[in-house]
């Protein structure tokens, strides 16, 4: 099964943030995708296992952010770490940036900041469906491009 996973790859790798009782985290994730055009939603699979499913489920939101390829060491960091024992944003230097409720990550092409909605139950992982409330773009980037209505795609 391993095999069929990596037929897929590579995809590209976003770092998710989330935020519960002031406490906040950032992971790295390749399942990440859009789902609808109106409403804006997005998915982001995530392993109950993980830090960030307790932090994302409990607070009811999360963050997409897009890394450029100069990011590369950060998003090693955030896909290698634990927020239960680390803190990623120091430990990769990264800035947080406020969202409405959770951190965005200034040094990131952009942003999509989003309420979830609802929650589904796929194997061993939980796809979270959140709907934006709040897009950034902060810089153009390869693979990164503005559609006239304003919102991102990749």
């Not at 296992?49 to 939101?61: D, F, L, P």
């Not at 590369?72 to 990264?94: H, M, Y």
């Not at 406020?98 to 990131?108: D, M, N």
Request: charged share 25%.
């Amino acid at each position: 099964m391993e095999r069929l996973y990596r037929m897929l790859y590579p995809m590209r790798v976003c770092l998710i943030t989330s935020r519960h009782e002031g406490k906040d985290n950032v992971m790295a994730a390749s399942w990440v995708f859009p789902i609808s055009m109106d409403p804006p939603l997005f998915g982001v699979s995530v392993s109950p296992k993980r830090h960030s499913y307790r932090m994302i489920k409990e607070g009811n939101a999360f963050g997409i952010n897009l890394p450029g390829s100069d990011m590369e060491k950060a998003v090693t960091i955030c896909g290698t770490k634990s927020g239960r024992d680390a803190d990623k944003f120091l430990e990769a230097g990264l800035t947080k940036e406020e969202g409405a409720r959770v951190p965005l990550i200034r040094e990131c092409m952009a942003s999509i900041e989003c309420e979830v909605v609802s929650e589904i139950e796929a194997g061993d992982h939980t796809v979270f469906v959140g709907k934006a409330v709040k897009i950034v773009k902060r810089k153009e980037g390869e693979g990164l491009y503005q559609s006239a209505d304003g919102f991102v795609s990749v």
